[in-house]
């Protein structure tokens, strides 16, 4: 029951010039349309992926933690302001006015 089938002898060059002349006016329209449907369903999934709650095994943990500053380091710094006037300016206006450049 096993049929040998030969896709030499088998011609879909006319099938394909009938289809084809007859669907050509809409394959801009079906190009356009296919493209915004897949713009449409990934939107659709964003909207539900933003919508979407975490669940029960996927806890947020978040722990703030203070940085710690060397009391050395610190005490060095305010030495060297305080023999350089420039710098201690310079720190001056950072504290007066931080978001001035």
Do not use: C, W
């Not at 007859?22 to 919508?51: C, D, E």
């Not at 979407?52 to 095994?57: H, K, L, R, S, T």
């Not at 703030?64 to 720190?91: C, G, M, R, Y």
Request: aromatic residues 10%; positive net charge; proline residues 5%.
């Amino acid at each position: 029951m096993s049929k040998n089938i030969d896709l030499k002898s088998l011609n879909f060059r006319p099938l394909i010039k009938k289809y084809f002349g007859r669907f050509s006016k809409h394959i801009i329209f079906a190009a356009v349309f296919g493209v915004l449907l897949v713009y449409l369903i990934i939107v659709f999934k964003i909207s539900n992926l933003a919508k979407a709650e975490p669940g029960p095994d996927q806890e947020v943990t978040v722990t703030t933690s203070i940085p710690k500053v060397d009391k050395n380091a610190v005490n060095q710094i305010q030495s060297l302001e305080q023999n350089n006037t420039d710098i201690h300016a310079l720190f001056e206006s950072a504290r007066n006015n931080p978001f001035q450049e």
